[in-house]
């Protein structure tokens, strides 16, 4: 697609259920990001792929997240057992490269961000 | 550990006038540094990339700098639009980002 495209736009659970998140990044970038953004918070860097392998989990918040990526192109963010706490927008970004080893112009690509409400 | 500021927080100054928005980092070992708008609702947009060899890059009414020795990054905002009031994000290599500057551009 013509840019980073994150689905649910916004999704309302209830404590305890399980959400999955859903990103399509730009065909051809190797590199995807997730981030949380959360009111009065910058922006937390949480997971990064290259290809379908995500060298570094230690950003993830705790283990009842986990990611996924397949074919290099669609990722997936999964939270288990949601907690209030997990109430923030979750942004995707992808880039040509990686931008944390490499001086290349690389630019990142966001997406909208999915709203998550846990309730 | 990788700290981005940035200062001020907020901003609000008249359509037409020149403005600098500031960006400090702790660890002058980097990759690159980008800057981006979010508008609200609505994800970031990449304005400029500056990589560790260079000093600046300008797009437009936008010039960014780079100074690593001293782990500071500017952007100036040349002739400012009511449209260019949004937060303004800098970030090292991707990972790392500032809280933002909220910047509001009065008619």
């Known amino acids: 697609g013509a840019g980073v495209s994150q689905s649910p736009s916004n999704k309302v659970t209830e404590k305890g259920k399980d959400v999955e998140l859903r990103c399509d990044p730009i065909?051809?970038?190797?590199?995807l990001y997730w981030y949380r953004q959360s009111l009065g918070q910058g922006l937390e860097f949480l997971i990064y792929?290259?290809?379908?392998?995500?060298?570094?989990k230690s950003g993830l918040p705790s283990d009842r997240f986990s990611a996924e990526r397949t074919g290099g192109s669609v990722s997936t963010l999964t939270i288990q057992r949601t907690q209030q706490e997990d109430s923030a927008v979750y942004l995707c970004?992808?880039?040509?490269?990686?931008?944390?080893?490499?001086?290349?112009?690389?630019?990142?690509?966001f997406g909208n961000g999915t709203r998550l409400t846990v309730t | 550990k990788q700290e981005v500021t940035q200062i001020p927080a907020a901003l609000s100054v008249p359509e037409g006038e020149n403005l600098v928005l500031n960006c400090s980092f702790t660890d002058s070992a980097i990759y690159n540094l980008q800057w981006f708008r979010q508008d609200p609702g609505k994800g970031l947009t990449s304005l400029l990339l500056i990589q560790s060899s260079q000093r600046e890059q300008t797009s437009g009414r936008l010039n960014a700098s780079l100074d690593k020795s001293s782990g500071r990054s500017t952007l100036y905002i040349a002739a400012s639009q009511p449209g260019d009031s949004a937060t303004y994000l800098c970030?090292?290599?991707?990972?790392?980002f500032g809280k933002g500057t909220h910047l509001i551009i009065q008619p």
């Open positions: 792929f290259q290809g379908n392998s995500a060298p570094d």
């Open positions: 970030a090292v290599n991707g990972l790392t």
């Open positions: 065909s051809g970038h190797t590199a």
């Open positions: 970004a992808s880039s040509f490269v990686f931008s944390g080893e490499s001086s290349y112009n690389s630019p990142l690509h």
